[in-house]
């Protein structure tokens, strides 16, 4: 079915970076002063400086501060979490070297070096484009969006294998949704030992939740009318005993 997916586009590096960051909760921050864990307390500017909103009493406030400007006084590592249960659920991290300023009573995190680690391997992102990048639109969306799809509309997720190839589901023993963004669905092929992940392309980018509703509608329809992929049918056959 491969042939019914002609929009191969995926989200740039500079653009997932952004919407790791606008998605996250958490933030790991290393600095001269330790190792601390915030949860929640981060906002990200237009242009892309991190707001961090910290206790006065934090020692990452003083070593943030006391360190020579321009120079990378800290890491924030952000962690990209999948919405749904499943086996390595962390997607991507993403690391970000630079040096705080105190703006309006909370620190600013400006980035010199922006680093994006995924399965693929870890790409090098540039300030520039980083700093112009927008996140998904569907990024603060995805969490409801994917969790929904996995608890609500199992049989829907069955559906859609129908749409990946007969090789990719050999072994499978269960099949989640592990990504969406405005460019399509990835899906998590669990296997008894190790997993694979399918992509599975919209026709054209989904930029807001009627477009991305259309987007899977489609998907669901095509899915509909394939044959459904022999390794799936024998997969599901012996787990029926």
């Known amino acids: 079915m491969a042939d019914r997916h002609t ?19 958490s933030c790991a921050v290393t600095a001269e002063g330790g190792r601390e864990e915030f949860v929640g307390a981060h906002t990200v500017a237009e242009d892309g400086r991190v707001l961090l909103h910290v206790p006065e ?14 120079e990378p006084s800290a890491v924030l590592e952000f962690a990209d979490v999948a919405p749904v249960a499943m086996r390595n659920r962390i997607r991507s991290r993403l690391w ?6 105190s703006e309006d009573g909370q620190l600013a995190f400006r980035p010199t070096r922006v ?34 799809l996995a ?3 199992p049989d829907a997720v069955e559906r859609l294998t129908r749409l990946v190839d007969s090789d990719s589901l050999q ?36 930029d807001d939740m009627a477009q991305l509703t259309e987007r899977m509608h489609i ?5 509909g009318a394939a044959r459904r992929p022999r390794a799936l049918q024998r997969q599901r056959t012996d787990g029926d005993g």
């Open 171 to 206: 072994g499978a023993v269960r099949v989640q949704p592990l990504a969406v963004d405005r460019h399509g669905l990835t899906l998590r092929i669990e296997r008894a030992r190790g997993n694979g992940d399918v992509r599975l392309t919209f026709h054209k980018p989904a």
């Open 96 to 101: 970000m070297a630079g040096w705080f300023a």
């Open 151 to 153: 608890e609500a509309h």
């Open 7 to 25: 929009w191969t586009a995926a989200p740039a590096a500079a653009e997932r970076a952004r919407s790791v960051l606008a998605a996250a909760w």
């Open 115 to 148: 680093v994006l680690r995924q399965p693929s391997g870890a790409v090098v992102v540039d300030l520039d484009e980083y700093a112009a990048a927008m996140p998904d639109p569907l990024a603060t969306a995805e969490f409801q969006l994917l969790t929904h």
């Open 219 to 223: 998907l669901l329809a095509q899915a």
């Open 57 to 70: 009493d934090s020692a990452l406030v003083t070593a943030a501060i006391c360190a020579p400007r321009g």
